[in-house]
């Protein structure tokens, strides 16, 4: 990703459907001067408690969580950037007042609960992207939700 002195680009990849839940991101890529302010779009759709994340993708590296939220009204915040969980509207927006040159990377949002996935119970799930995302629980290692994450993108 080519940056001009003082501009920012962020992009922002739009989000399929699992196992009926959504997410939906609705800007592509965005262009902004540094210091100017960043709202990223994020709504979603689940019959179930939901935890929303959102994920940042430095050029170069794989994805790592920013930030999340696991109850309703819960804000979440990180390296200057927050959202909070509305469950009435079903919203996780991503703000950040000032952007700056290292703000360039791509941002998802994710949505993720608990359930069986493929027959599999207990398992973790997790709607971000096209892409199934389930892995069983485990009591060692790192979480299932990275090393899932990890095993399926790849960095841009």
């Keep these: 990703m080519k940056c001009s002195s003082g501009i920012v680009i962020v992009l922002v990849f739009m989000l399929g459907q699992i196992h009926g839940d959504s997410v939906k991101q609705m800007e592509g ?6 210091e100017a302010s960043l709202t990223i779009n994020c709504t979603f759709s689940t019959s179930t408690t939901p ?39 079903k919203s996780f927006h991503l703000k950040k007042g000032s952007v700056q040159m290292s703000d360039s990377a791509v941002y998802y949002c994710a949505l ?5 996935c493929n027959g599999v119970h207990p ?3 997790l709607t971000f992207g096209s892409l199934p ?24």
């Design 112 to 116: 993720s609960d608990t359930a069986s």
């Design 29 to 34: 890529q965005v262009t902004l001067s540094e």
């Design 51 to 89: 935890t929303l994340f959102w994920y940042v993708q430095y050029l170069g590296e794989g994805p790592q969580i920013l930030l999340k939220a696991l109850r309703d009204k819960e804000k979440g915040s990180n390296k200057g950037f927050e959202a909070t969980l509305d469950i009435s509207s």
């Design 123 to 125: 398992a973790w799930s």
């Design 133 to 156: 995302f389930c892995k069983r629980y485990s009591t060692e290692g790192t979480s299932p939700l990275i090393e899932a994450i990890w095993s399926r993108v790849s960095p841009l």
